[in-house]
């Protein structure tokens, strides 16, 4: 059981990639944005968040909690799911916990602009 414990691996939870330039997180609920949201508070470097969601999770309640500690958000459609968010819609909702919001119409456009910011992207 400890050799189990010790070598889970959560996949898409603060995964980092790129020598840890990227971080990737699927933190889709309350309890996932608070987790977050505590290692994103430990960073000392400006931060930018790519963010999709889904129309059927508490997106407000998510947004509020995670977008304060990003110095710009880049907003990108979740999925072709009829269920994701459109890039407009996440926008209008990220302004309300963030001043610095930007849309992408895909994700390799969202990761290029965040790159180009030089600072660490949480997506």
Request: aromatic share 4%; glycine share 8%; proline share 3%.
């Amino acid at each position: 059981m400890a050799d189990g414990i010790k070598n889970t691996r959560f996949p898409a939870r603060m995964e980092s990639f790129k020598g840890g330039r990227i971080i990737l997180d699927g933190a889709h609920n309350p309890d996932g944005a608070m987790a977050l949201s505590r290692e994103i508070k430990k960073q000392k470097e400006p931060l930018t968040a790519i963010i999709g969601m889904m129309r059927d999770k508490d997106v407000g309640e998510a947004l509020s909690i995670l977008l304060g500690d990003f110095k710009e958000v880049i907003t990108v459609k979740a999925t072709e799911n009829s269920r994701a968010m459109t890039i407009e819609e996440l926008k209008a909702e990220a302004e309300k916990y963030n001043p610095c919001v930007k849309t992408a119409n895909s994700f390799k456009e969202a990761l290029e602009l965040a790159e180009k910011s030089g600072n660490r992207v949480f997506i």
